[in-house]
Every structure is written in structure tokens, then in C-alpha cells.
């Protein structure tokens, strides 16, 4: 099994920053993609954006130039640096672990974390 444990979220005024770190344990064989989707209410979760096996890194075109996506490989932890952020950025941010093995892939998620930006 794994987990995924997300931390960083809260609540911030429009211009802000906050960072977000996502931290997989477990059962971490190879990892296909990893990333960041978030949730507004009444909105279907959408991409953030996320690290593809190869070195591909892929951005929601609402966050480019905003936010950054980093990670710790030995940690097996991702980081969003989300700087600038606007009120629609406000959503239940929630990580998620692609794993392949034996060509299926697995789909983990985390708990998810609040941002709210206030006008």
C-alpha cells in the first residue's frame, strides 16, 4: 500500500505564496508521474501540475509562471511553489502517485489540503 501525506496548504491573501509537500511511503516501486490536481467547489479536479518518468513536466495553463513543481527523489516527496496566487486558485489541492508495474498502473491520492486566496 501507499500513502501520501500532504502538507502546506492555508489560507492567504491574492499576491501570496504558499508551498505545498507531498510525501509517498510504502510500497513506492516505479513511479510513471506524480504530481498535484486540485478541486474547487463545484468543479471536476483538474491538473496542476505533475513530473511524467522522463523528465517530462506537465503545467495547467492557468499556473504557468506561477507556480513550480519540485521534487526529492530520495524522499519520494513533490513540492508546489505556487506564488501570485489569485482567489481562483482557491481549492482542495491533492497529490497523486502514478505507479507502473507488470504494465498496470496504479493511482494513488492523497487526503488533500485547503488554499484559500482572499481578494
Known amino acids: 500500500q501507499v500513502q501520501l501525506v500532504e502538507s502546506g496548504g492555508g489560507l492567504v491573501q491574492s499576491g501570496g505564496s504558499l508551498r505545498l509537500s507531498c510525501a509517498a511511503s510504502?510500497?513506492?516501486?516505479?513511479?510513471?508521474?506524480m504530481g498535484w490536481y486540485r478541486q474547487a467547489p463545484g468543479k471536476q479536479r483538474e491538473l496542476v501540475a505533475r513530473?511524467?518518468?522522463?523528465?517530462?513536466?506537465n503545467y495547467a495553463d492557468s499556473v504557468k509562471g506561477r507556480f513550480t513543481i519540485s521534487g526529492d527523489n530520495a524522499k519520494n516527496t513533490v513540492y508546489l511553489q505556487m506564488n501570485s496566487l489569485k482567489p481562483e486558485d482557491t481549492a482542495v489541492y491533492y497529490c497523486?502517485?502514478?505507479?507502473?508495474?507488470?504494465?498496470?498502473?496504479?493511482?494513488?491520492w492523497g487526503q488533500g489540503t485547503q488554499v484559500t486566496v482572499s481578494s
Open positions: 513530473f511524467i518518468s522522463g523528465g517530462t513536466t
Open positions: 497523486n502517485v502514478n505507479l507502473r508495474k507488470s504494465g498496470i498502473t496504479y493511482s494513488y
Open positions: 510504502g510500497s513506492i516501486f516505479s513511479i510513471n508521474a
